[in-house]
Structures are given as structure tokens and as C-alpha cells.
């Protein structure tokens, strides 16, 4: 588990490379942002004891495996933590594949088999502590970014990726293909992108690959390629 101190309120957690989930520092302790995949948990404790603070909520950004592969083993070793999930990707989280009216008629990627349930639902623009809720949807039907009242700092989950050069979730490259094939609809994905450049934040932080600095050049870049390409497929 490579360790990262990003800010001194954000610590990144990277395993096998390029998987991240992240420790926030709050008055009461952290909150940990997504779990990685299965096994991470004793690096993430192990991290939190470096930081001398007690995990006291899990914040999930979406419900792929990658994300939430060691929630059940940390909610089941750390009675008293409370679990925030966005109110669409509850669902999803507990194996609902149903679509709403108005949503791209595909059947998002199955999620692993997730015990553990919600203490707290929440939705666009809601405050969990220092971090605001972004609702950010395509990668997944209730994907959501969190942004850092005190800096400006985004945490974008998924909603873009940094392996080798920042993309938008669903944009294609041969370096880096998971960008597109486990997007579940590229269009709002897209729109998702341009959504969290308008908020101008002043670091990028995402679930695969390298924190940004002052990301917003690079983020329109991204931007205008995941139109671009959503453009095409829809020609």
C-alpha cells in the first residue's frame, strides 16, 4: 500500500498501482472514501493509525469492486462506523439492476455481494462533514464526487481517471481501455465530466492514477474528447 499525503486534510491509498481510495481529515477523525478491493482494509487501518485518527464514516463514491470490495470487512471490525451512499447508487449497491425513466436502457456492470447497508442516504448537494456531494452519473446510474469546502479539492471516483493522461469516463484509449469499457453510459458521462470542470476545484484527486494540481486545462481537454467520442458513437 503506497501512502500519499496529498493535502494536509487528504491522504492518498494506492494499491497494485493504480486503485485509490482516500482518508479525509475531519475534527472527529477521517473519513475514508471508497474501500478498494478485497484485502485493503488492513492497509487502510493501517494508514489511519499512521494518521493518529479513527475511521468515523465510509463515504462511497460508486459501487463497482474496485470500490467496494473491503466494506463489508471494515464495517464488520469497526463497530461505530457509519456507511454514506449515494441514494441512486443504494440500489446498486444491494444488487438492483432496475433503470428509472430517463436513463440509458442498459443494464449497468453487477456489483459484487455487498452485506453491508446504508446509515445515511444521501443526494446532490448534500454536506457530509467538510466534503459536499456531486451527483455525477454515467460511469455508473448513481456515480458521486465529493468536493472539499475548505480547499476546493475534488474527489472524483471514477468520473475521470489519470493512468496515463487524464480521460472523462467512457472515452477510449488503447492505454487505458477500462476508461470506456466499464462506463455505463458514455454520453452522461460526458456531461458528468463537463459538470465537475465547471466547479473549477482546485485539485483533482481519482480513483485511478495520480492526483492533479490546478486541473482545469487538463480537465477540459478530457472534456472535449469524451464529447468528441460520444459524439461519434451517436452519428
Known sequence: MQIV????NLTRLTRFGFINCFLVREADGLSLIDTGLAGTQAGILAAAGK??????????????IDHVGSLDALMQSQPGVKLFV???ESRLLAGDLSLDAGELQRKPIRVPNVQSRPTRLFAEGDRIESLKAIFCPGHTPGHMAFLDARDGTLIAGDAFTNKVKLLAAGTFK???PLA??????RVASAESARKLRSLNPTRLAVGHGKTIVSPVNAMNKAVEMAF????????
Request: hydrophobic share 45%.
Open 228 to 235: 468528441r467520442q460520444s459524439r461519434k458513437m451517436l452519428d
Open 5 to 8: 499525503q496529498e493535502t494536509k
Open 51 to 64: 494518521l493518529g485518527a479513527p475511521i468515523r464514516r465510509i463515504l462511497l463514491t460508486h459501487a463497482h
Open 86 to 88: 449515494g441514494a441512486r
Open 174 to 176: 488503447f492505454y487505458f
Open 180 to 185: 470506456a469499457l466499464f462506463a455505463w453510459d
